[in-house]
């Protein structure tokens, strides 16, 4: 990892915007352990969003962002929706997809990254509503973990269209009535994560992003699985707080009520064999570099 692409060339560099500018000189763009700390003291790689004001999407994307081991030679790939409002202001390679496609444009990136850049380490990575994950793109979602593809898939899962006003998704709870499904949820919440288990993911988890070190975490894993084994689902909940009725100040606390032992967003957590493996190595690497570097800081 490196700032090596991003460099301004010294002729250009007074007319280059000033945020390129300072994208270059403090992001964390090749940042070995970048993470969730480095938010508000470095360059973050979304500054501003066109989101609600106190929409948890906001926070999850900040964290997502920070979280990502490789930004700089990452391709993020969107869907129509709330996400998508933000993915313009966004300083890491994105597409925006027709509603519902973003698993299977995705799979054909991935391929051609492969081959275009085969000595460099290129990953993809989903972002989109319920709605596009679950209704609309669901046939894309599954045949890319049918067929393995190496890439993560993130829901945000606000359990509804909210971009549109409000209508029912295949991922909202039984009995739910909202501005535009007014009869309410007849049936329960599709289960996604036990779906996404048995068509072949490696890695699933779903959680709210109430904790920055746990989507850092989940994050870090779902990537680096998707890279060197096969495609990895999260399904993060980021309520709407205007379809449900809350103020600015209080998603954090409705994410923390959902997330109770017994409720819809307690966390969940599969990881198959060959990913455990995988887990495991690079937690002996890390520690390895840990202790190296310690003992160079103890030398100087
Ligand atoms: C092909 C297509 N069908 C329908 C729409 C209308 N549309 C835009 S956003 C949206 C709902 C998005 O819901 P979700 O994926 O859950 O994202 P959210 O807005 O909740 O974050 C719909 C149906 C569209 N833009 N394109
Ligand atoms: S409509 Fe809901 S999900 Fe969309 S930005 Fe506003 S609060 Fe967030
Ligand atoms: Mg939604």
Redesign the pocket.
């Known amino acids: 990892m490196s700032k090596e692409r991003i460099k301004i060339s010294e002729d250009l560099y007074d007319i280059m915007p000033s945020d390129y500018q300072d994208l270059v000189k403090s992001a964390t763009y090749g940042k070995e352990d970048r993470g969730w700390k480095d938010i508000g003291t470095s360059k973050e790689l979304i500054e501003q969003h066109s989101l609600c004001a106190g929409c948890p ?1 906001s926070m999850a994307f900040r964290y997502i962002l920070a979280s990502l081991p490789n930004p700089e030679d990452t391709v993020m790939v969107g ?6 409002l933000v993915f313009p202001m966004v300083a890491v390679h994105n597409i925006h997809s ?3 496609n973003q698993n299977a444009i995705a799979s054909g990136l991935k391929r051609a990254l492969t081959v275009r850049f085969p000595d460099r380490v290129k990953d993809v990575v989903v972002l ?10 669901l046939d894309m979602t599954l045949q890319a973990w049918f067929r393995q593809e190496k890439f993560t898939t993130i829901c ?3 359990e ?5 006003g409000g ?1 029912e ?1 295949g ?1 909202m709870q039984k009995g739910f009535v909202a501005k535009m499904a007014p009869v309410g949820k007849l049936f329960d919440k599709v289960r996604l994560p036990e779906i996404a288990r048995e068509s072949g993911c490696h890695y699933v988890v779903n959680c709210t992003v109430s904790k920055p070190s746990l989507v850092e975490k989940v994050i870090r894993n779902a990537v680096h699985i998707a890279r060197e084994i096969g495609p990895t689902y999260l399904q993060l909940y ?1 309520p ?1 707080i205007l379809e449900i009725g809350k103020n600015s100040m209080e998603g954090l606390q409705e994410m923390r009520d959902s997330e109770k032992p017994t409720e819809r967003f307690a966390y969940k957590e599969y990881v198959s064999e060959p990913a455990k493996q995988l887990l495991a190595e690079l937690a002996a690497k890390d520690k390895e570099r840990k202790a190296a570097a310690k003992q160079l800081a103890g030398q100087a």
């Open positions: 999407e869907s129509t929706g709330c996400t998508s027709l509603f519902g989109a509503g319920d709605g596009a994950t679950v209704d609309i793109g945000f899962d606000n509804l269209y909210a971009n549109t209508q998704s991922l980021t709407c």
